[in-house]
């Protein structure tokens, strides 16, 4: 079983809704994770957060917005979304060893529907 | 742009036979992990090989790095059917700039039993 918990695991929105997905983990990571990832497709980098600021964001539209209010949370914020963004998001958690990337504990992902 | 590409795309073996994927990269690394990924579910951690490594050996896994050819081999053997998923590679730059790790396209794996 993963010990980094996705809610929701599927998510349907309009593309004037608002909504948010959300990631928790209690290994006492450091660093979190946001990918997106198409079908078929490798998981792409979105946002890195190192002890809760905000370390990498890989030129992310502004329709996304992460926040990590604790270190062991951390959102994706929703709104405005088109169709092209239907993919699955996965969370993932890490000891923070820089500049070395150690191990990703992944959550099982949210899978959005963008309508 | 992705760091690793993989091959084959995709390999239908058949049970107990052993299944060979290859990695190629393009910058210098940190180093290089293997994840496994059963579809529409997360990604598990298989494998890490640092730079300085060549070989690693993890149960049924056998990893090895040519960092002077950039490239990497994952090697499963005695295959199983649970084995069926996508196995992709993931390479380390080490960038100042922060923990980054970019994904290969990765190989699909079929055991049949």
């Known amino acids: 079983d993963t010990e980094v918990t996705q809610t929701p695991k599927h998510l349907v929105m309009g593309m004037t809704n608002k909504k948010s997905l959300k990631c928790e983990q209690h290994m006492g990571h450091r660093a979190m994770y946001w990918y997106k990832q198409k079908a078929k497709k490798p998981p792409e980098l979105m946002f890195v957060y190192s002890y809760e600021k905000l370390s990498i964001n890989e030129s992310v539209p502004s329709r996304f917005s992460p926040e990590c209010p604790n270190s062991s949370l951390l959102n994706l914020h929703l709104h405005a979304l088109q169709p092209e963004d239907s993919a699955l998001y996965l969370c993932?958690?890490?000891?923070?060893?820089?500049?070395?990337?150690?191990?990703?504990?992944f959550g099982e992902g949210s899978r959005l529907t963008v309508l | 742009s992705q760091q690793g590409e993989e091959d084959p795309q995709a390999l239908s073996i058949q049970e107990g036979e052993n299944a060979t994927m290859n990695c190629s990269y393009k910058?210098?690394?940190?180093?290089l992990q293997w994840y496994r990924q059963n579809s529409g579910r997360g990604l598990v951690h298989l494998i890490l090989i640092r730079s300085n490594e060549r070989e690693k050996h993890s149960g049924r896994l056998r990893v090895t790095l040519d960092t002077s050819k950039k490239s990497s081999s994952l090697l499963i053997t005695a295959s199983r059917a649970a084995d069926t998923a996508s196995y992709f590679c993931a390479t380390d730059a080490g960038e100042t700039s922060g923990s980054r790790l970019t994904f290969g396209e990765g190989t699909q794996l079929t055991v049949n039993p």
């Open positions: 993932a958690s890490s000891h923070w060893t820089d500049p070395n990337t150690g191990e990703l504990f």
């Open positions: 910058t210098s690394i940190n180093n």
